[in-house]
Protein backbone atom coordinates (compact mmCIF):
# COMPACT_ATOMS: atom_id res chain seq x y z
CA UNK A 1 0.00 0.00 0.00
CA UNK A 2 1.16 3.87 -0.60
CA UNK A 3 1.60 5.61 2.58
CA UNK A 4 -0.80 8.60 1.97
CA UNK A 5 -4.77 7.76 0.36
CA UNK A 6 -5.69 9.15 -2.40
CA UNK A 7 -8.09 11.22 -0.83
CA UNK A 8 -5.46 12.64 1.48
CA UNK A 9 -4.04 14.35 -1.67
CA UNK A 10 -7.28 16.18 -2.34
CA UNK A 11 -6.99 19.70 -2.11
CA UNK A 12 -8.90 21.34 1.28
CA UNK A 13 -11.34 22.80 -0.84
CA UNK A 14 -12.25 19.17 -2.49
CA UNK A 15 -11.91 17.52 0.85
CA UNK A 16 -15.05 17.58 2.16
CA UNK A 17 -16.89 14.79 1.12
CA UNK A 18 -19.15 12.95 2.95
CA UNK A 19 -17.32 9.53 2.28
CA UNK A 20 -14.20 10.57 1.76
CA UNK A 21 -13.35 13.84 2.75
CA UNK A 22 -10.57 14.23 5.31
CA UNK A 23 -11.78 17.39 6.93
CA UNK A 24 -15.67 15.62 7.53
CA UNK A 25 -15.49 14.82 11.05
CA UNK A 26 -18.57 13.74 10.32
CA UNK A 27 -18.10 11.78 7.82
CA UNK A 28 -16.58 8.04 7.28
CA UNK A 29 -13.20 9.36 5.80
CA UNK A 30 -12.89 6.30 3.83
CA UNK A 31 -9.14 5.61 2.55
CA UNK A 32 -8.04 4.15 -0.81
CA UNK A 33 -4.89 3.30 -1.69
CA UNK A 34 -3.11 1.24 -4.66
CA UNK A 35 -3.48 -2.99 -4.26
CA UNK A 36 0.07 -4.04 -3.07
CA UNK A 37 2.17 -5.16 -6.07
CA UNK A 38 -1.04 -4.03 -8.76
CA UNK A 39 -0.14 -0.48 -8.65
CA UNK A 40 -2.04 1.55 -11.62
CA UNK A 41 -4.29 -1.61 -11.65
CA UNK A 42 -5.81 -2.58 -8.60
CA UNK A 43 -6.89 -0.37 -5.66
CA UNK A 44 -7.65 -1.31 -1.70
CA UNK A 45 -9.65 0.11 1.52
CA UNK A 46 -10.87 -0.94 4.40
CA UNK A 47 -13.51 -0.08 6.76
CA UNK A 48 -15.17 -1.09 9.81
CA UNK A 49 -18.72 -0.45 10.60
CA UNK A 50 -19.42 1.23 13.87
CA UNK A 51 -22.83 -0.11 15.38
CA UNK A 52 -25.00 2.55 14.50
CA UNK A 53 -24.86 1.81 10.63
CA UNK A 54 -27.29 -1.19 11.40
CA UNK A 55 -29.63 -2.72 8.90
CA UNK A 56 -31.33 -5.48 10.58
CA UNK A 57 -29.40 -6.20 13.95
CA UNK A 58 -26.13 -7.91 13.14
CA UNK A 59 -26.08 -6.78 9.34
CA UNK A 60 -24.70 -3.30 7.71
CA UNK A 61 -27.10 -0.86 6.21
CA UNK A 62 -26.94 -1.05 2.73
CA UNK A 63 -26.79 2.54 1.82
CA UNK A 64 -23.25 2.49 3.95
CA UNK A 65 -21.87 0.13 1.62
CA UNK A 66 -22.86 2.08 -1.49
CA UNK A 67 -21.54 5.12 -0.32
CA UNK A 68 -18.02 3.43 0.41
CA UNK A 69 -18.47 1.71 -3.11
CA UNK A 70 -18.98 4.85 -4.81
CA UNK A 71 -16.17 7.00 -2.81
CA UNK A 72 -13.55 3.68 -3.36
CA UNK A 73 -14.40 4.61 -7.14
CA UNK A 74 -14.20 8.28 -7.44
CA UNK A 75 -10.91 7.79 -5.46
CA UNK A 76 -9.52 5.02 -7.94
CA UNK A 77 -10.77 6.45 -10.80
CA UNK A 78 -8.42 10.28 -9.78
CA UNK A 79 -5.29 8.13 -8.84
CA UNK A 80 -5.34 5.99 -12.02
CA UNK A 81 -6.04 8.75 -14.49
CA UNK A 82 -3.08 10.70 -12.67
CA UNK A 83 -1.30 7.15 -12.92
CA UNK A 84 -1.26 6.92 -16.76
CA UNK A 85 -0.75 10.36 -17.44
CA UNK A 86 2.76 9.96 -15.07
CA UNK A 87 0.93 12.95 -12.96
CA UNK A 88 0.92 12.87 -8.91
CA UNK A 89 -2.28 12.82 -7.59
CA UNK A 90 -2.22 16.17 -5.52
CA UNK A 91 -0.86 18.07 -8.28
CA UNK A 92 -1.94 21.11 -9.93
CA UNK A 93 -4.48 21.86 -11.80
CA UNK A 94 -6.79 19.14 -9.55
CA UNK A 95 -8.67 16.20 -11.73
CA UNK A 96 -10.77 15.07 -9.29
CA UNK A 97 -13.85 12.57 -10.38
CA UNK A 98 -17.52 12.66 -9.20
CA UNK A 99 -20.02 9.65 -9.61
CA UNK A 100 -22.33 9.77 -12.85
CA UNK A 101 -23.65 6.30 -12.10
CA UNK A 102 -23.65 3.74 -9.88
CA UNK A 103 -24.73 -0.02 -9.87
CA UNK A 104 -24.92 -1.99 -6.72
CA UNK A 105 -26.35 -5.60 -6.09
CA UNK A 106 -25.81 -6.77 -2.54
CA UNK A 107 -24.81 -10.65 -2.84
CA UNK A 108 -25.17 -11.74 0.76
CA UNK A 109 -25.87 -9.76 4.08
CA UNK A 110 -22.71 -8.10 5.46
CA UNK A 111 -21.73 -8.73 8.65
CA UNK A 112 -21.65 -5.51 10.99
CA UNK A 113 -18.64 -6.92 13.66
CA UNK A 114 -15.76 -7.17 10.64
CA UNK A 115 -13.90 -5.23 9.25
CA UNK A 116 -14.64 -4.62 5.24
CA UNK A 117 -12.57 -4.94 2.67
CA UNK A 118 -13.09 -2.89 -0.81
CA UNK A 119 -10.88 -3.71 -3.75
CA UNK A 120 -11.33 -1.63 -7.51
CA UNK A 121 -10.41 -2.92 -10.89
CA UNK A 122 -10.79 -0.92 -14.09
CA UNK A 123 -13.07 -1.51 -16.75
CA UNK A 124 -12.53 1.51 -18.80
CA UNK A 125 -10.29 4.06 -17.96
CA UNK A 126 -10.19 7.03 -20.37
CA UNK A 127 -9.40 10.87 -18.81
CA UNK A 128 -12.89 12.30 -18.77
CA UNK A 129 -14.38 8.65 -17.65
CA UNK A 130 -13.30 6.13 -15.77
CA UNK A 131 -15.24 2.91 -15.10
CA UNK A 132 -14.73 0.85 -11.66
CA UNK A 133 -15.75 -2.35 -10.76
CA UNK A 134 -15.85 -3.25 -6.66
CA UNK A 135 -15.94 -5.85 -4.93
CA UNK A 136 -16.86 -5.16 -1.02
CA UNK A 137 -15.61 -8.79 0.96
CA UNK A 138 -15.54 -9.65 4.74
CA UNK A 139 -13.14 -13.00 5.73
CA UNK A 140 -13.08 -13.60 1.98
CA UNK A 141 -16.85 -13.40 1.30
CA UNK A 142 -17.78 -10.97 -1.28
CA UNK A 143 -20.65 -9.23 0.23
CA UNK A 144 -21.42 -6.92 -2.53
CA UNK A 145 -20.63 -5.72 -5.93
CA UNK A 146 -20.70 -2.10 -7.61
CA UNK A 147 -20.03 -0.26 -10.91
CA UNK A 148 -19.15 3.24 -10.60
CA UNK A 149 -18.81 5.37 -13.71
CA UNK A 150 -16.89 8.68 -12.64
CA UNK A 151 -16.84 11.79 -14.95
CA UNK A 152 -14.60 14.54 -14.72
CA UNK A 153 -15.04 16.50 -12.19
CA UNK A 154 -17.01 19.26 -13.88
CA UNK A 155 -16.20 23.50 -13.77
CA UNK A 156 -20.10 23.54 -12.36
CA UNK A 157 -18.64 22.03 -9.08
CA UNK A 158 -16.00 25.00 -7.67
C1 LIG B 1 -13.74 15.65 -5.48
C2 LIG B 1 -13.93 14.71 -4.34
C3 LIG B 1 -15.36 14.39 -4.12
C4 LIG B 1 -15.59 12.91 -4.15
C5 LIG B 1 -16.90 12.59 -4.83
C6 LIG B 1 -17.60 11.43 -4.18
C7 LIG B 1 -18.67 10.90 -5.07
C8 LIG B 1 -19.86 11.81 -5.10
O1 LIG B 1 -20.71 11.77 -4.26
S1 LIG B 1 -19.97 12.95 -6.37
C9 LIG B 1 -21.61 13.66 -6.13
C10 LIG B 1 -22.68 12.90 -6.88
N1 LIG B 1 -22.55 13.10 -8.30
C11 LIG B 1 -23.01 14.23 -8.90
O2 LIG B 1 -23.55 15.12 -8.27
C12 LIG B 1 -22.82 14.33 -10.39
C13 LIG B 1 -23.94 15.16 -11.05
N2 LIG B 1 -23.86 15.02 -12.50
C14 LIG B 1 -23.07 15.83 -13.24
O3 LIG B 1 -22.43 16.77 -12.76
C15 LIG B 1 -22.95 15.50 -14.70
O4 LIG B 1 -24.12 14.85 -15.14
C16 LIG B 1 -21.72 14.59 -14.99
C17 LIG B 1 -20.43 15.33 -14.61
C18 LIG B 1 -21.77 13.27 -14.22
C19 LIG B 1 -21.68 14.23 -16.47
O5 LIG B 1 -21.69 15.46 -17.16
P1 LIG B 1 -21.88 15.44 -18.73
O6 LIG B 1 -21.69 16.83 -19.18
O7 LIG B 1 -23.13 14.71 -19.06
O8 LIG B 1 -20.66 14.57 -19.15
P2 LIG B 1 -20.21 14.32 -20.62
O9 LIG B 1 -18.93 15.08 -20.82
O10 LIG B 1 -21.35 14.55 -21.57
O11 LIG B 1 -19.93 12.78 -20.61
C20 LIG B 1 -18.69 12.26 -20.26
C21 LIG B 1 -18.80 10.75 -20.37
O12 LIG B 1 -19.57 10.26 -19.26
C22 LIG B 1 -20.68 9.52 -19.71
N3 LIG B 1 -21.80 9.78 -18.81
C23 LIG B 1 -22.27 10.98 -18.42
N4 LIG B 1 -23.29 10.81 -17.54
C24 LIG B 1 -23.45 9.47 -17.40
C25 LIG B 1 -24.33 8.68 -16.62
N5 LIG B 1 -25.27 9.23 -15.82
N6 LIG B 1 -24.23 7.34 -16.70
C26 LIG B 1 -23.28 6.78 -17.49
N7 LIG B 1 -22.40 7.49 -18.24
C27 LIG B 1 -22.49 8.82 -18.19
C28 LIG B 1 -20.95 10.04 -21.12
O13 LIG B 1 -21.64 9.07 -21.88
C29 LIG B 1 -19.54 10.27 -21.62
O14 LIG B 1 -18.97 9.03 -21.95
P3 LIG B 1 -17.99 8.90 -23.22
O15 LIG B 1 -16.84 9.87 -22.99
O16 LIG B 1 -17.55 7.47 -23.20
O17 LIG B 1 -18.80 9.27 -24.43
Known amino acids: ?7 DCYIQSLSHCYGCG ?4 EGHQLK ?15 FTPKPYH ?8 GGLLASLID ?7 AAVVHYKNN ?3 GSDPTI ?6 LNINYLAPTPIDKQLELVGEFSQVKDNKVIVDITLSTNNVICVKGEV ?5 PATFK
Not at 1 to 7: D, N, P, R, T
Not at 39 to 44: A, D, L, Y
Not at 96 to 101: D, G
Request: charged share 15%; proline share 4%.
Open 1 to 7: MSKIAFQ
Open 96 to 101: RFVTAA
Open 32 to 46: SYWLDNYEGSKTIAH
Open 54 to 61: TAIPGFVY
Open 149 to 153: VAVKM
Open 71 to 77: CHGTGSA
Open 22 to 25: KNNP
Open 87 to 89: LTI
